[in-house]
């Protein structure tokens, strides 16, 4: 005699895992959606904290207009950002420009100065945000001036 304990296994590991995917589905809020500042859309994918620090994780998509010069600024914490499309041309002081096009990343480190110009079609990015709890999400920073001129 053969017992068929599959079909029996499978039911209830369905019956098991159903009840949690209706929750999860039931939780899902649409992502925030912010226009962050002419011509630059920010939607938060996911947001939560880094174990025992003061760091929090955020994931977001941004979308740039096309040919947009991003000034000068830092975030508080290491941000990574993959290129779902466009073209987009990082200038991180101290460096050579780099341009990344769909399917490229770029990692900087916290605090790293940076600014970008975005290509002809727009960009929109992928990015990962390790921020410090409290401090806003980028700073500007000022141009350096320049010398006096004799």
Known sequence: MTIRIFPFAAIMAASAVFPATLAMAEDKKPPAVTQAAPGIKREILQKFDVPGTNYET????????????????????????????GDVTYMIDGQGPETRSAGGSITLPGNAIHAAKVGSKGVVLLGSYILEKGKPFMTKVEAPSEAPKP
């Open 58 to 85: 955020v994931i977001m998509r941004v979308t740039f207009d096309a040919n947009m010069d991003i000034p000068r600024h830092t975030h508080p914490g290491p941000e990574g950002s993959y290129v779902l499309e």
